[in-house]
Every structure is written in C-alpha cells, then in structure tokens.
C-alpha cells in the first residue's frame, strides 16, 4: 500500500482565513499580556513594535531564550517589581487611603502605578488603591512565570474556541490540494494528516485516512505549547519544554515520515523548535547508500518564507540541500506565485489530475 504523509503547518490555517497567527493572539483579550510576571514583561518587550512579523516558532524560540536568561540570572532577582516594591504589596491593604497610611512607601506606590500594577481610586494619592493582582504580586517570579504561562495556554485555547465558527476560504490554495489529496486516496493509499495545528481540519477525512494532532486539539482543550527539550539548569523553568506538559503524548509523525512513499508540507516552517519531527526524514533522504526517490512537496507563502525553509533543510541535511534535490522529486510551491508562474503546481496537481484541461480549471477557481 502506497503512503502518503500531509504535514500541517500555521501556514495552512492562514490560508484558509484563519485568524491563528501570534500577533492575532497578542492583541485580543484572551492574552495575558497586562499580566505581571517577568515572562509576560520579556515576550511584551520583545515584540511590542514588529507583531507582523512574529510567528509562533518565534514564540517558541524565544521561550528558549528566557529560559537561557533565567540560566544566566537568578529568577530571584529577575522580577517586574523590585525588593521593596515586593515588602510593600505584602504589607499592603488597598482598602487603606493612601496618604498618611503609607507615606513611607511612596516611591514604591508611584514605581507600581507607573508600571500599571496599581491604580488609584478617586482622588489620586489622596485615594484608595486598586491593584488587580495582589495576591499573584505577593508570590515569587518563578511562580507568576508558571502561572503566566498557564495564562497562555488557557487563553490561547479560548481564543482559538471564540473564532473557530468563523467562515474559511473554500477557494483557498491550503482548502483546494489538502481536499484533492484526501478525495484522491483510494483503496490501495494510505493518508495520515499529522496537524501541528490546534484547530479542525475544514474536510472530513476519507475512510481509511487518519488525522493526529501533534500538539493537542483546542476541542479537547489539551494543546501544547512550549520549547523543545533542552538542558534547563534552572529546574524551576522545565514547565517551559512541550514535553514536561501532561497531555504531551506526540503521535508517530518520525515513523510514518521515514516509511512514506510520498511527503506533503503545507504552511509548515520546519523550524528549530520541530525539527526534532522532521531531521531523521531528511537525513535519511540525503544519506541512503541505495537511495529510492521520494516525492516531497513543500506549500509555502513567498520567497522569504522559502529561503528560510530551505534554511532550514541545509541544518537538517548537515548543509546538503543539494543532494536532498538529486536524490529525490523535491518541489516547493509558493502560493504567492499563483496567477504569474504556476508551473510546479500544474506538475503536482498532474500526479493527481490527469487532465490538463481540469488542472487549468482547478487553477482558475484559487482565491487570491
């Protein structure tokens, strides 16, 4: 039985219309971004003025990053409020007006206002306060981090169950080869989809065809989120590794990629964070002592985002990209090219179309 393998990318959800990209996520009320933990203040400070571009391996990748800052400092010292702004929170009653009850905390209580931790009722210094995370503000770093990133994820799962009715474009590249594939297995193939998103996908799978999520459902509220594993020397900080999460149990995408006839990417970086999925697929198909050909498709955005996949497959090839192209039928297709120069679509969509007069057709009915 001839396999076939569809990876599933952000890429692909985007295409489809989906507000799924990170900086969709930022701006809406279910992130936690106004919450104080050092976490919080570092992605904020990172991204703040280029939300455009980020994408969620940027998130994951800069995950990493804090983790190797707390590495470097201690989380004791590594907060959004300072030692004595911390002694005044746990001494404080907000019920208390503040002038002449805590005239020896001034500074602390201006620093907090100014950092949008505090907030004076009516009549300014002359006023009750209001500070919405009291409690949260009296804990450690280490545990507003472990909370903040619960935040996270809860409020990502959220978000993503608020937009899931909306309307996807049916006439979209991601929507059109992903339904073709599907209606196109027969008896004698075998589909295994491995969705590294969280949401649906917009089709019902053949019979025989199976769809897993890598790193969990937002239907069944157990996505992952996180970094790859890696030597964390602060253990306080191993909640931020995908795999230290309780609902991590990845299905067998390494297995069915080294056994499969035939490799489909769509919307998918391939980036640092997953190619733990993907580097043994990819050297296998570079370093074969009798090498059978396998067919791989990679569905992309533009040229940038080409140039960093192919970066990518130069790290998980050991730098021999181009032997990964002689040794097997490597084509990546740029959904940005549509309607200019479509010519290795028409070559793929000939291995499932034979019809050049339909092929035309079903270029002509894509959206963009």
């Not at 905390?105 to 907090?112: K, P, T």
């Not at 545990?143 to 809860?154: E, G, S, V, Y």
Request: proline share 3%; charged share 25%; aromatic share 14%.
């Amino acid at each position: 039985m001839r396999k076939i393998v569809l990876i599933i990318g952000n890429g692909y959800d985007l295409d489809l219309g989906r507000k799924t990209s990170y900086k969709n996520f930022w701006e809406s009320t279910f992130c936690p971004r106004d919450y104080p933990a050092p976490l919080i203040a570092h992605l904020n400070g990172k991204w703040k003025d280029d939300l455009d571009a980020v994408k969620w391996y940027d998130l994951e990748n800069e995950l990493f990053n804090y983790a190797q800052k707390i590495q470097q400092k201690s989380p004791k010292y590594y907060d959004v409020i300072t030692q004595e702004e911390a002694k005044f929170l746990k001494a404080v009653n907000p019920d208390c007006l503040v002038r002449g009850y805590y005239n020896d905390y001034e500074e602390q209580i201006q620093n907090l206002y100014k950092k949008g931790f505090l907030f004076f009722n009516d009549g300014g210094f002359n006023a009750s306060m209001d500070i919405p995370y009291l409690s949260d503000l009296r804990e450690s770093a280490v545990w507003r981090d472990q909370n903040a990133f619960k935040l996270i994820k809860n409020g990502l799962n959220k978000y993503l169950q608020n937009i899931k009715h909306e309307n996807i474009r049916n006439g979209s590249l991601a929507f059109a080869i992903s339904n073709l594939i599907n209606e196109s297995t027969d008896s004698n193939q075998e589909l295994k989809i491995y969705n590294f998103n969280y949401t649906e996908l917009p089709f019902d799978p053949n019979e025989g065809n199976s769809v897993h999520y890598v790193h969990g459902d937002n239907e069944q509220e157990n996505i992952i989120i996180g970094t790859r594993d890696h030597e964390f020397l602060d253990e306080n900080y191993d909640f931020l590794q995908k795999s230290f999460d309780p609902d991590f149990n990845p299905p067998a995408v390494v297995y069915d990629l080294l056994e499969a006839d035939e490799v489909l990417i769509f919307g998918h970086s391939l980036g640092w964070n997953d190619n733990q999925y993907f580097r043994s697929f990819f050297m296998q198909r570079t370093a074969a002592e009798k090498p059978i050909k396998k067919t791989i498709t990679i569905f992309t955005r533009d040229e940038k985002s080409e140039r960093e996949i192919k970066r990518a497959l130069q790290t998980m090839t050991s730098y021999n990209l181009s032997a990964l192209y002689a040794m097997n039928e490597l084509r990546i297709i740029k959904s940005s090219d549509i309607g200019k120069r479509a010519g290795n679509l028409k070559e793929f969509l000939m291995r499932y179309i034979k019809d050049e007069v339909q092929v035309r057709r079903f270029i002509g009915r894509l959206v963009y």
